[in-house]
Structures are given as structure tokens and as C-alpha cells.
């Protein structure tokens, strides 16, 4: 099969020709029809993502949709010709989705929803996963919570605010101007991302705070998160916590944090069938209408040339929505 391939940490990726792999026990060999590209494949390939712990030589490519070709000794639910997606590789030593096969964990798979395209599912895994293990896992949101969305309009951002509306939740989220009416689309009330955080908790919660928020920027932005929160009963998530903050604005708040780190069932083994069952629940609300993933309109094909721009489109922040690689048609 061809893929793509990084020898080394900061060189151009390379095409090769590589065996096709096997399912083996528990796992399900998959054509791969999309690959889905993050901002974390362009800091794994620049040589500045330890935590995702690559071995080199690398396929990259940590979201995939496609069909099944083959199935391992015991897998059930899964048949060839089966219309599959999930975050199944590309960190920790497992083959990613650059590639025409992949073998993947059967526990890390769901089935598509009919009405959605290869592309579509192979940008959703990661995004869903970080937004569903935030507000559903750790914060319990539900119907009559209030959510603030730090950076509504981004990847895991617009995820979190189609799925805390469609758990019934009442939801804000920040951003520029221009990103204001896709914000509003989604059934969330915008709120400028200059605006004091003071001034708008006073406006919208009149001054109590919002029951959850969920920080996808990090940096300054979780200490603000910290001063939303409401009192007592407050609950912050970021999926970008990873620097050092004072977290006594949510301590004279009795306020709660936590942390998001979806890699973890990729890299530890555990807890990956809960990675296939969000992606059900992400299935099952793209079915209802209730879930849509923003697209960006360029084309991408799998050659280095393809991939690195790709790549730069993230890096460069120039991408109108989830950058994809197709595969095959």
C-alpha cells in the first residue's frame, strides 16, 4: 500500500510503499477513504509533541473514516463493506491513517451515520471525543445548566456547542466578530472575545457565574475560565490546561477543574471501547440533525506535496474549518 511517512522530526514527509497490513486478534483492517488532520500532527511532524510519544519512521494521521475490508478472530459488529470511523492511531507507535490500510482496535471504531460523508466522519473523531469527554464525562451537563464555550468557532469549540445544545443546556461561547454568526447558528449566544470576563458573567448570569466552562484555548483563557465559574457549583474543563496557573480564583469560588487528555486510551490501552461509544452518540446526532462538522473547502490528496500543505493550512491558521486528506474516493 502507499502512505506517507516522516523518517525524522522536521524533514518533508515522504511517500512509500509499505505492506499492507493484517487485522489481527480484536482489530479490523480498514480501507481508508479519509484522514483526518489536527493541529497535533503538525507539532508531532515539526518534532514539538513529546506527550503524543511518536516512534519514527511515523504514518501519521490520527482520525480515519473508511470501510472495512477485513475482520480479526474476535471482533463482532463489524463485516467487510462496513462504513467505519474513529481516533485509531498515529501516536504512540500505532500506524495513523495517512495510509491506504490501516489495522485498527475494533473498540476504537464506530459505524457511520448514513447521512454522512467519508470526509465529514474523518474529521469529527478527535474534536467529538475531546468535547463529549469534557462536558458529558467530567462535567455532567444536562438540561438547565449554563455553558460558556471558550473559542466557540474552533475544532473541539463548535463540537462543544452543538453538544451542549443538544443536551438542553444554555450556552454562550466566545470568539471574533467575524465568527459571530456561525456561533449564533450553532444555538449559542455570542460573546466578543475582548469582552472583560466580569462584564459578560454580569450580563448573562447576572454576576453568578456560568454552571460549566469549557476552556479549547488555554493560555490566559483558563485563567479567565477560572473567574467564570460559578460559585459553589462551578465546573471548569479545558482540553489545553497544560501550563501553570493560579487557581485561586476558582478556589474563593468553591469551584471544580478538570482536565481533558483524549490521546490517553491510544496510548495506554485503557479505556478505549469508551472511545467507540462517544463516537455512537456522535453518529446518532448527526442522524438527528443535531451535529455538523465545519469543512474546509480545499481538496487534499495523499502525496507529500498534498499532505504538507495540509499541514501548513493548520499551522498557518489559514484552514476555513477541519482540514481533511483524501484517500481514495
Same mark, same amino acid.
Given at each position: 500500500m502507499q502512505a506517507i511517512v516522516l523518517n525524522a522530526y522536521g524533514t518533508p514527509l515522504v511517500q512509500q510503499h509499505l505492506a499492507r497490513p493484517v487485522a489481527g486478534p480484536g482489530q479490523v483492517l480498514v480501507r481508508v477513504h479519509a484522514s483526518g488532520v489536527n493541529p497535533l500532527d503538525t507539532k508531532i511532524a515539526a518534532g514539538k509533541a513529546d506527550h503524543a510519544r511518536a516512534v519514527l519512521p511515523a504514518v501519521l494521521g490520527i482520525d480515519m473514516a473508511g470501510v472495512v475490508d477485513s475482520v480479526g478472530d474476535g471482533v463482532e459488529g463489524y463485516a467487510p463493506g462496513d462504513r467505519v470511523y474513529g481516533m485509531t492511531g498515529g501516536v504512540g507507535g500505532v500506524p495513523g491513517s495517512l495510509a491506504e490500510y490501516a489495522a485498527v482496535d475494533a473498540r476504537l471504531l464506530a459505524h457511520m451515520a448514513g447521512n454522512m460523508s467519508m470526509r465529514e466522519a474523518a474529521a469529527l473523531p478527535l474534536i467529538f471525543i475531546t468535547a463529549w469527554e469534557g462536558l458529558v464525562d467530567r462535567a455532567r451537563v444536562g438540561a438547565g445548566k449554563t455553558v460558556l464555550v471558550h473559542g466557540g468557532a474552533g475544532g473541539v469549540g463548535h463540537m462543544a456547542v452543538q453538544l451542549s445544545v443538544a443536551l438542553g443546556a444554555s450556552v454562550h461561547a466566545t470568539g471574533s466578530a467575524s465568527q459571530r454568526a456561525s456561533i449564533e447558528a450553532m444555538g449559542a449566544t455570542f460573546i466578543d472575545r475582548d469582552t472583560a470576563v466580569e462584564d459578560y $458573567?454580569?450580563?448573562?448570569?447576572?454576576?453568578?457565574?456560568?454552571? $460549566?466552562? &469549557?476552556?479549547?484555548?488555554?493560555? =490566559?483563557?483558563?485563567?479567565? *475560565? %477560572?473567574?467564570?465559574?460559578?460559585? &459553589?457549583?462551578?465546573?471548569?474543563? *479545558?482540553?489545553?490546561?497544560?501550563?501553570?496557573? =493560579?487557581?485561586?480564583?476558582? *478556589? %474563593?469560588?468553591?469551584?471544580?477543574y478538570s482536565g481533558v487528555f483524549t490521546l490517553l486510551p491510544l496510548l495506554t490501552g485503557e479505556g478505549r471501547a469508551n472511545h467507540g461509544a462517544i463516537l455512537r452518540e456522535a453518529s446518532a446526532l448527526v442522524a438527528a440533525g443535531k451535529l455538523k462538522v465545519m469543512l474546509d473547502p480545499t481538496r487534499y490528496t495523499l502525496n507529500p506535496h498534498s499532505v504538507s500543505a495540509a499541514h501548513r493550512a493548520l499551522a498557518e491558521r489559514t484552514a476555513g474549518g477541519k482540514v481533511v486528506v483524501e484517500i481514495t474516493a
Open positions: $458573567v454580569q450580563q448573562h448570569t447576572g454576576g453568578i457565574g456560568f454552571d $460549566v466552562v &469549557y476552556d479549547t484555548v488555554g493560555g =490566559a483563557v483558563l485563567d479567565l *475560565s %477560572f473567574r467564570a465559574a460559578r460559585r &459553589y457549583h462551578g465546573h471548569v474543563v *479545558s482540553c489545553l490546561g497544560w501550563g501553570t496557573h =493560579a487557581l485561586a480564583p476558582l *478556589s %474563593f469560588r468553591a469551584a471544580t
